[in-house]
């Protein structure tokens, strides 16, 4: 009973996610990803801290071996740049598109899998897997009849296809290190950080004068909101 409540939590808050961060979007154009991403950052940070805090679970990797370690660092930077390229697709796409498109991760993850991780896969689901992702992307392809939408449409499109692949690459990384048993709240963790000094570097690079005073009180509990979905 558990489990399915936990799932069910998990659709929730990933529904919240994508209906949140379109809404932000839409009420101000002027946010970006590096917004969301160092948000993110900031939740996933403090919530997964005092996590390991309470539940007495060590947050050091000292202990961990060369080559897991490359791997998490490969999957952290790998889900940066796939949550940057979602989030940019879902600003160009509605809510129900972007989410059809999201949902061929099963798709991309069964096959790579297959591919990298060597587990069964039968030919009916291979087949199965060609039908369902021809479906989605002749869906996501439908246009509305204006030029101008449709290019800004089908950018967003290969934004989330190229994101969505992504995520299946650090599902199989994650997969790779898993005989390590790294907690799961100590990667998020470290996601979340990893989230921060990218949103942080960015910004000192390329956005100066950028600060809290910046976002006004409904940014700053949208883009909260969207963190901890």
């Known amino acids: 009973m558990l489990a399915y409540f936990l799932v069910l939590l998990a659709v929730v808050g990933i529904a919240s996610f994508h209906i949140t961060a379109k809404y932000t979007f839409n009420r101000k154009p002027s946010l970006t990803s590096v917004d969301m991403l160092m948000f993110n950052g900031i939740c996933i940070s403090i919530l997964f801290f005092i996590w390991a805090k309470l539940a007495k679970i060590p947050l050091l990797l000292t202990q961990l071996p060369l080559k897991p370690f490359m791997i998490l660092v490969g999957c952290l930077v790998i889900t940066i740049f796939r949550f940057c390229l979602v989030l940019k697709g879902l600003s160009l796409l509605s809510v129900g598109k972007s989410t059809m498109i999201l949902s061929t991760n099963t798709i991309f993850t069964i096959i790579l899998s297959a591919i990298v991780l060597s587990e069964p896969i039968t030919a009916l689901v291979v087949l199965a897997s060609i039908g369902a992702f021809i479906g989605i992307f002749v869906f996501s392809f439908s246009g509305s009849g204006d030029l101008e939408k449709d290019e800004s449409m089908i950018g967003g499109i290969f ?46 690079l390329y956005r100066e004068g950028i600060t809290f005073q910046t976002y006004d009180h409904t940014d700053i509990v949208l883009m909260s909101v969207i963190g901890i979905a």
Do not use: C, D, P
């Open 159 to 204: 934004l989330v296809f190229f994101g969505t692949f992504l995520q299946s690459v650090g599902v199989v990384l994650v997969k790779m290190i898993s005989s390590f048993k790294i907690h799961f709240v100590v990667r998020t963790f470290y996601l979340g950080v990893s989230f921060l000094l990218f949103a942080g570097i960015i910004s000192s």
